[in-house]
């Protein structure tokens, strides 16, 4: 498919008009294209031609309209560093609508009726880092949002020093967040949140339509997804850093890329985030974070469900569902194929030898993936190699209970354990050329991104422990 057979459907708007605000976006200036990601074009058969079709920056850039849109933005409401905002929504999001499953939205069009005080823009820098974040973390095998393409300008906007306007058309199966549901509960609108909640039934948990008890099992499910999701984020050292209840998706999907990190050495405390002093959406702190976020959600479904039963749910978010996801995921990069109760203990004491060891986390499961026996290639790369002595104990110990062979294992580990991760040094090197009208490095790094566990010996200089001066970089929100 063409631009010209482009259609979309915009299902949203069947809404009532409380949900959404049609808005024009404001084109940037003099547009040009930095990048075009192929694998989410196959999403919604765009042929991959379209990368040269003119059309395609003026589609990111709102000067293409495709058939069947109507430009809108969407209402939310939210719970940011733990306070309550009445009224978000998309600020500087505008929806086009969806095709194959997929709702498109650009991100940087001007301002919305949402805006409040803010530009409606996105800078480059933080444009790219979300093109790119979202792909790494879909071929990482955690679920996201998508990016179809980026867009720069020439268009000024004041950040932290004088920035240019850029635009990221993401996809997403779902952009509702929990604050789409916190906006209804707290203006005692419950007709709207039940339409929401049916909405949202048929969009992301369709099987559950025709049951009699939906409304609660759609709950059990989203606090089920959520539990996975941050699993999933744990084991790959991913830290979102802004984990208000407006970034959190209603379909258990990676959303809003801010000022994320990729852990460089282990470390259970690390906050990403400048803005968040009190380092509440710490790396270790998520599931504690998910768990207070599904509480909010839960208090925003009341009207229409039971609230002891969202409560039981709850507690098995803690008892059981997140601890048990996790368990299952360090498993994973452990190479254990057999579960045993034992593993609770191993994997405790691996998280107090990592923080300890001062060892690059990605590098660490990498090289841990080829383990045979024999500790150097573990104790070359942690700063302090004691801690991994000992522990290498325990693990050899619940090897020999194993009945996988050696390969087998090594095999499993090395398609669980990436070689490549986009670290904030990598993206910031390709922000930097990108910033000179260089964006070689961004298709570089969207190449590295969609082969996290292969081998890529011309990329191998990103493999290795992140350089010491380019250890543990913080962004702030405001980009
Ligand atoms: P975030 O922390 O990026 O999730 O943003 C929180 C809220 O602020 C959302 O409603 C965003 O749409 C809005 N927002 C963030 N940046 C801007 C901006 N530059 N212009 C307008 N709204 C913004
Ligand atoms: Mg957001």
Known sequence: MTLDNLTLQTEYLSLDGEFYELTDPTPLDDPYLISFNPMAAELIDLDSSTKDDPRFVALLNGTFIPKGTRPFSMCYAGHQFGNYAPRLGDGRAINL?????????????????????????????????????????????????????????????????????????????????????????????????????????????????????????????????????????????????????????????????????????????????????????????QPNVSYWNLTML??????????????????????????????????????????????????????????DSYVDHTLFFRTFSRYDGDRMPLFDIAMNPVPVDGWLNLYDARLAKETRTQNERQEAMLKTNPKYVLKNYMLQEAIDLAQKGDFSMVETLLYIAAHPFDELPEFERFAGETPEEHKNICLSCSS
């Open 97 to 285: 609508g969806s095709i194959n499953g997929w709702h498109i939205q650009t991100k940087g069009s001007g301002e919305t009726l949402y805006s409040r005080t803010s530009d409606g823009r996105a800078a480059l820098p933080s444009s790219i880092r979300e093109y790119l974040m979202s792909e790494a973390m879909h071929h990482l095998g955690i679920p996201t949002t998508r990016a179809l393409g980026i867009i720069g300008s020439q268009t000024k906007i004041l950040r932290n020093q004088i920035e240019r306007g850029a635009i990221v058309m993401r996809m997403s199966p779902s952009w509702v967040r929990f604050g789409t549901f916190e906006y209804f509960y707290y203006f005692k609108e419950y007709d709207k949140l039940r339409s929401l909640t049916d909405y949202v039934i048929i969009e992301s948990y369709p099987h559950l339509q025709d049951d009699e008890d939906r409304y609660y099992k759609f709950f059990c499910e989203v606090v089920e997804r959520t539990a996975k999701l941050i699993a999933k984020w744990k084991g790959i050292g991913f830290n979102h850093g802004v984990m208000n209840t407006d970034n959190m998706s209603i379909a258990g999907l990676t959303i809003d890329y801010g000022p994320y990190a990729i852990l460089d050495d282990f470390d259970y405390g690390f906050v990403c985030n400048k803005t968040d002093k009190a380092g509440r959406y710490s790396y270790g702190d």
């Open 298 to 355: 839960s208090k925003a479904l009341t009207p229409i469900i039971d609230k002891e039963r969202m409560q039981k749910k709850l507690d098995d978010f803690g008892n059981f569902l997140y601890p048990d996801a996790y368990i299952d995921v360090m498993r994973g990069k452990l190479g254990l194929a057999l579960k045993l109760d034992e593993d609770v203990e191993l994997i405790k004491d691996l998280i107090g030898t990592l923080q």
